[in-house]
């Protein structure tokens, strides 16, 4: 499973991709207000950061001009990837972007019907919203499920790329699952490496070293 971050937030950034575990970073408008910066500087900053996907998301709502922003935004670096909303532009847009070789995040999408759309459009991810699906009384992970079963049925290569992800139970589910990627914001990232008992190891195993007397030569 990849893992992306979903933030603009650099420091972040960084200090996730410093790991060697971050695979890309999705963004959105509401991630790139939160940063204060201007986002076609924000973005290349990001992309200079990770290998892999770094969504940039289109504002237009019409095909025609959500296509020349996707012009601007794909020049930035090799590793965007335009994010388009799940409608009848952003798919058409979706369609003819992938069919240049652009990468393409279908987001917002909120029924496997919606996901079938994004797959036969040639998306190369699609978004569905796990966290806002469950905060409307639905069932976010029964979604991914679907999505999965769908898409294997099919042998679509669109990857699962689970987002609005709000906690570690949200992504060991979705793996369970095996969908393809979970993108998160850094703390749900950060969360996944922590458990008391390795911390309570440590601190047994240190108390018992420090008795000994010894160290380990570092040079
Ligand atoms: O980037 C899209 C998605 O991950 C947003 O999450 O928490 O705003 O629902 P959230």
């Given at each position: 499973?990849?893992?992306?971050?979903?933030?603009?937030?650099?420091?972040?950034?960084?200090?996730?991709?410093?790991?060697g575990?971050?695979?890309?970073?999705?963004?959105?408008p509401?991630?790139?207000?939160?940063?204060?910066?201007?986002?076609?500087?924000v973005?290349?900053e990001?992309?200079?950061l990770?290998?892999?996907?770094?969504?940039a998301?289109?504002?237009?709502?019409?095909?025609?001009?959500m296509?020349?922003e996707?012009?601007?935004?794909?020049?930035i670096?090799?590793?965007?990837?335009?994010k388009?909303?799940?409608t009848?532009d952003?798919?058409k847009?979706?369609?003819?972007?992938?069919s240049?070789?652009?990468?393409?995040?279908?987001?917002?999408?909120?029924?496997?019907?919606?996901?079938?759309?994004?797959a036969?459009?040639g998306?190369?991810?699609?978004?569905?919203?796990?966290?806002r699906?469950?905060?409307?009384?639905?069932?976010?992970?029964?979604?991914?499920?679907?999505?999965?079963?769908?898409y294997?049925?099919?042998?679509f290569?669109?990857e699962?790329?689970v987002?609005?992800?709000?906690n570690?139970?949200?992504?060991?589910?979705?793996?369970l699952?095996g969908?393809?990627?979970?993108?998160m914001p850094?703390?749900?990232?950060?969360?996944?490496?922590?458990?008391v008992?390795?911390?309570?190891?440590?601190?047994?195993?240190?108390?018992d070293?420090e008795?000994?007397?010894?160290?380990?030569?570092?040079s």
């Amino acid at each position: 499973m990849k893992f992306f971050v979903d933030t603009a937030d650099i420091a972040d950034i960084k200090e996730l991709a410093d790991t060697g575990l971050l695979d890309g970073v999705t963004t959105n408008p509401s991630l790139i207000a939160k940063s204060g910066r201007d986002f076609i500087d924000v973005t290349r900053e990001i992309c200079g950061l990770v290998d892999g996907p770094v969504s940039a998301e289109v504002v237009a709502l019409d095909h025609d001009t959500m296509m020349k922003e996707a012009e601007t935004l794909r020049k930035i670096a090799d590793n965007v990837c335009i994010k388009v909303p799940l409608t009848i532009d952003g798919l058409k847009t979706c369609k003819k972007l992938t069919s240049e070789g652009t990468m393409v995040n279908v987001t917002l999408c909120f029924s496997a019907n919606q996901a079938l759309l994004a797959a036969k459009a040639g998306a190369t991810f699609v978004s569905p919203f796990v966290g806002r699906h469950d905060d409307n009384g639905f069932d976010g992970m029964e979604l991914i499920a679907d999505i999965f079963q769908i898409y294997s049925n099919y042998g679509f290569d669109t990857e699962i790329l689970v987002a609005s992800i709000r906690n570690p139970v949200h992504v060991l589910q979705s793996a369970l699952i095996g969908a393809d990627v979970a993108t998160m914001p850094p703390s749900v990232i950060k969360g996944l490496f922590k458990h008391v008992l390795t911390e309570k190891g440590i601190e047994g195993f240190l108390a018992d070293w420090e008795k000994t007397g010894q160290s380990i030569p570092t040079s």
